[in-house]
Structures are given as structure tokens and as C-alpha cells.
């Protein structure tokens, strides 16, 4: 199995891209992971708490378990994923049940910046988007499809997702095998990207094969 991991600012257009190289790759060969998936439950704190925490930094995720769940399906067994409701900022009891397949992408905005989920991945991605497109799709899908309103995605956006995009996000494009400029729009982007993993699947991995002997990272 090979991991692609893709990374970028919130709203870039990460899933947008992970979306269409898998619909490329076909689903029955990809299995799809988001890191948002592995956010802390925070369900022991008040709703004023939860709306006061730092949701952009590594800490914010249960690194530990993403870890051990790419490793379970690197060895070819299937994984159950945490459910997490952006609404309530807490995971709730459902998890979702995925097998291995010969293609993971893993997709959030901090899986280049952590050590340990970078040194799984195999083709590191980095989904670039000019600020202010970030921020004005941000706004509008977080009232459309999160539960926030203009002035909390705002007030969010200003003391925590700006200062931690600077601090951990940008920094970890420097680890990115490819750049994707203009994120959900480059067509031309995702194609060629495809095109690869499919070229290098067939041929590194004898196409849909999920065992560790045709793991990307011990061929090369
Ligand atoms: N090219 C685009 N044009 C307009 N809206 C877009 C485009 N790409 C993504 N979006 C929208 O912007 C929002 C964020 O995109 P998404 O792919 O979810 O980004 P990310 O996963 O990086 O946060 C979504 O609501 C998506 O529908
Ligand atoms: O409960 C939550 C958890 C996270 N967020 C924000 O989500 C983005 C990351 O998701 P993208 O899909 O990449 O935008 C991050 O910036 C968090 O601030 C949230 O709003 N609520």
C-alpha cells in the first residue's frame, strides 16, 4: 500500500483534490482519510470551553491513534475510524469501518507538519491557495455545513487558524514532493497526479495488492 498524503491551509482545497484523485484511482483502490476524523474528543468540556480551544495545533489531534491506524492498514488489516461532530466539537460513539486497499490518502492540514505522520506518508502533497480565498470559502462552509456563524469562523480564524497556518502549516511545505498551486481549481494538478499514482501503483505494486511486501517505502 502506498500512503499520499496531502496538506494545505484550511479551505486550500485539500479534500477537493483527495476527492477527485480517488474518484480517478477508482474507489475500490483507494481507501480515504481525514485527519479531521482524529480530532481529541473534547465532550468532558462546557460549549464555551470547547469554542475557546486551539483547533489548528498538532496537539489538537490524536496523533497516536493515526498513526497506529496506518500501520494496521500498511500490514493489510482493516481499521475502525473515530467520528468526529464539528458541531459539537466531540467525537460521538458511530466509527466507520475501512478495509485496506493498494492506495491510502490521508488528507489534513497537519500531516506534513507532524513528524511521525510525514514519515508514513510516500507522496507528500501540499495544496497551496492564496489567504484570502482560504478565508472567504472558510466562512461560508463553516456557516453552511459546521454549525458556525460569520463572527465565530472569523474570531476563530484571527486568533487561532491564521497564527497556527504560519507557525506549522506553511513551514511544512517545504517537505512536499509536489506543490498544487490555486488547490480545488487545478484541474491540469490532480490530473497529473493521478496519472502518476496510478503509473506507480501498477508497477510498484502489481496494481490492487494491499500486503506489506509491496509497500511503497521497502521498494525503494
Ligand atoms: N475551485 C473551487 N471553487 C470554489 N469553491 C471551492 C473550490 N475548491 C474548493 N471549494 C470549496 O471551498 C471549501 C473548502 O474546500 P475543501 O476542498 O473542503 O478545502 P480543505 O479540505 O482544504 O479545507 C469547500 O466548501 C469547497 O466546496
Ligand atoms: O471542531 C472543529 C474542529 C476543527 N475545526 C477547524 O477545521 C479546520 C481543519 O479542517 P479543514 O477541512 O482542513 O478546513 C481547522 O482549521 C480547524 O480550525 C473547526 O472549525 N471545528
Given at each position: 500500500m502506498i500512503i499520499i498524503g496531502i496538506a494545505g491551509g484550511s479551505g486550500a482545497?485539500?479534500?477537493?483534490?483527495?476527492?477527485?484523485?480517488?474518484?480517478?484511482?477508482?474507489?475500490?483502490?483507494?481507501?480515504?482519510?481525514?485527519?479531521?476524523?482524529?480530532?481529541?474528543?473534547?465532550?468532558?468540556?462546557?460549549?464555551?470551553?470547547r469554542e475557546k480551544l486551539n483547533l489548528d495545533h498538532p496537539n489538537a489531534f490524536d496523533s497516536k491513534l493515526l498513526i497506529a491506524h496506518?500501520?494496521?492498514?500498511?500490514?493489510?488489516?482493516?481499521?475502525?475510524?473515530?467520528?468526529?461532530?464539528?458541531?459539537?466539537?466531540?467525537?460521538?460513539?458511530?466509527?466507520?469501518?475501512?478495509?485496506?486497499?493498494?492506495?491510502?490518502?490521508?488528507?489534513?492540514?497537519?500531516?506534513?507538519?507532524?513528524?511521525?505522520?510525514?514519515?508514513?506518508?510516500?507522496?507528500?502533497?501540499?495544496?497551496?491557495?492564496?489567504?484570502?480565498?482560504?478565508?472567504?470559502?472558510r466562512i461560508e462552509r463553516d456557516i453552511r455545513e459546521r454549525n458556525s456563524t460569520y463572527e465565530k469562523t472569523v474570531k476563530r480564524y484571527l486568533t487561532t487558524v491564521k497564527p497556527m497556518h504560519d507557525a506549522f502549516i506553511e513551514p511544512s511545505k517545504i517537505f512536499a514532493d509536489i506543490i498544487v498551486p490555486r488547490g480545488g481549481e487545478n484541474e491540469i494538478a490532480t490530473d497529473m497526479l493521478a496519472e502518476f499514482v496510478e503509473h506507480y501503483t501498477v508497477h510498484h505494486?502489481?496494481?490492487?495488492?494491499?500486503?506489506?511486501?509491496?509497500?511503497?517505502?521497502?521498494?525503494?
Open positions: 482545497g485539500k479534500t477537493t483534490v483527495a476527492r477527485t484523485v480517488a474518484e480517478r484511482l477508482g474507489e475500490e483502490n483507494v481507501v480515504y482519510i481525514s485527519q479531521d476524523w482524529y480530532y481529541k474528543d473534547r465532550s468532558h468540556l462546557s460549549l464555551e470551553e496506518l500501520k494496521q492498514l500498511r500490514q493489510g488489516h482493516p481499521i475502525e475510524v473515530p467520528h468526529y461532530n464539528f458541531s459539537t466539537q466531540s467525537r460521538t460513539t458511530k466509527t466507520m469501518h475501512l478495509e485496506p486497499k493498494s492506495v491510502a490518502i490521508l488528507e489534513g492540514i497537519l500531516v506534513l507538519a507532524i513528524t511521525e505522520v510525514r514519515s508514513l506518508i510516500d507522496f507528500k502533497i501540499f495544496v497551496d491557495a492564496e489567504p484570502d480565498i482560504r478565508l472567504i470559502r505494486s502489481g496494481g490492487t495488492t494491499t500486503n506489506n511486501e509491496n509497500n511503497l517505502a521497502e521498494t525503494q
